[in-house]
């Protein structure tokens, strides 16, 4: 256990061993120091205001940061060099002051950027804020080595490894800001990958999961031993993973798994029309344990990835998205089949969303001679499936039942001729 500290109140230095000259010296440094940032950021505005920047991530930090920043490094130079001649503790304060307020700054806006502004953030944002200042308020007042000292107090041994309250708060502290940073680094990385239009989508997809995942565990395996905590001691928690693995967690894994594997086989990828388990609709997220799928009735349907690597996936927009419509309608015996024909394929060709190229034009074939009329099948091709099928068939089919009103073409509907004979033999 550490020894005591000594009582170090920083405000109560400056009220009792500052003399009038000094403080004239250190407020006319601090208020050089502000001119000077001040004038800084003046002259980079320009720079950060520029539409076409290709670094607007840096031009939103630096228009954050970037005063409180310049001030702090120009008052620890100036203090450096003041402290030559008497003591400076109004710049002692000025500098742990100026530090909580880049500190919160950089904090609430890498969860900004990490979590697109989430509202959830504000909290957070606001815990971390409070958490600094207090901080700030302790160490000016003298308050956070004794503090730190009782929570070190609060320990146990473990082997070669010492554990307390305070280390705990540390780690904490520690592994929570290197996630912020991490989770910072990845949407950077993530917002050059998805301006790379020559990768194909699947595989930046893959690259910005992985690129995430990778710079979480780094973060942590940086953040532990910089707080004194070997990582060696992971090992009881990765053997602890294992047994949770085998025993309950298969699931789980194999859903990551296979979202890694279905994203770099690119079988399936964002924008394509599939049908899972008889559900149809668009792959609109990809994400490392489930692909959502946003049906034409505007539902959101979560699959797990296992089921779409276990499953029969009919993708129907895999090498290319043109997709064939089937329209059957029956027309009566009494009918003109040439007429009829000629009357639904124009009826289709009339339609914007219908194609119209050589190995896709729309055509008519008679299917059957049925009961009460000849089926027919409306066959067309359209590129553009996330559109809908359903309103396309119902301009076409309201299309033709005009056409046939107009041309005399009867849609039969189930009857039956009944005849009766008249019986003239005597009985």
Request: net charge neutral; charged share 15%; hydrophobic share 50%.
């Amino acid at each position: 256990m550490s020894q005591p500290v000594a009582f170090e109140n920083l405000i109560g230095h400056l009220l009792n061993e500052s003399h009038q000259t000094e403080l004239l010296w250190q407020t006319g440094l601090l208020i050089a120091c502000g001119l000077i940032s001040w004038g800084l950021m003046r002259l980079l505005s320009p720079y950060l205001t520029h539409e076409n920047a290709n670094w607007r991530i840096g031009q939103a930090a630096l228009k954050r940061l970037g005063l409180p920043l310049i001030g702090l490094i120009l008052i620890i130079i100036g203090r450096s060099i003041l402290e030559q001649w008497h003591e400076a503790h109004l710049l002692n304060i000025a500098v742990p002051l100026l530090g909580a307020l880049v500190l919160v700054r950089m904090l609430v806006y890498m969860l900004r950027y990490a979590f697109n502004n989430n509202v959830a953030l504000k909290v957070w944002e606001r815990y971390i804020a409070w958490t600094i200042w207090l901080g700030f308020a302790l160490h000016v007042t003298g308050l956070l080595p004794r503090i730190k000292y009782a929570l070190d107090a609060i320990s146990f041994e473990s082997g070669k490894h010492h554990f307390s309250l305070l280390l705990l708060l540390e780690a904490s502290t520690v592994i929570v800001i290197a996630v912020v940073v991490a989770l910072w680094l990845a949407q950077f990385i993530e917002a050059r990958l998805m301006r790379v239009t020559s990768l194909d989508p699947s595989l930046r997809l893959a690259l910005i999961k992985a690129i995430r995942t990778l710079l979480l565990i780094i973060g942590v395996l940086i953040a532990l031993p910089a707080v004194g905590i070997d990582v060696t001691v992971l090992s009881v928690f990765g053997g602890a993973l294992g047994i949770g693995l085998g025993l309950g967690l298969q699931k789980i894994a194999s859903n990551y798994v296979s979202g890694f594997i279905i994203l770099l086989d690119r079988s399936i990828r964002p924008g394509d029309m599939v049908t899972v388990d008889n559900r149809y609709g668009e792959v609109s997220q990809l994400n490392t344990r489930y692909t959502l799928l946003r049906a034409q009735d505007g539902t959101e349907i979560i699959i797990p990835n296992e089921t779409m690597m276990t499953s029969t996936v009919v993708n129907h927009s895999f090498t290319k998205r043109d997709v064939r419509l089937s329209l059957p309608i029956q027309v009566s015996y009494t009918s003109d089949l040439e007429l009829t024909f000629s009357l639904m394929t124009s009826t289709a060709l009339n339609h914007e969303r219908v194609l119209k190229t050589e190995n896709t034009m729309p055509r008519v074939l008679l299917t059957a001679f049925a009961d009460s009329g000849i089926n027919l099948e409306l066959i067309v091709w359209i590129d553009d499936p996330e559109e809908g099928q359903a309103n396309l068939r119902s301009d076409l089919y309201l299309s033709i039942w005009k056409a046939f009103k107009a041309n005399a073409i009867e849609i039969p509907y189930p009857r039956r001729d009944i005849h009766i004979l008249e019986n003239t033999s005597k009985l």
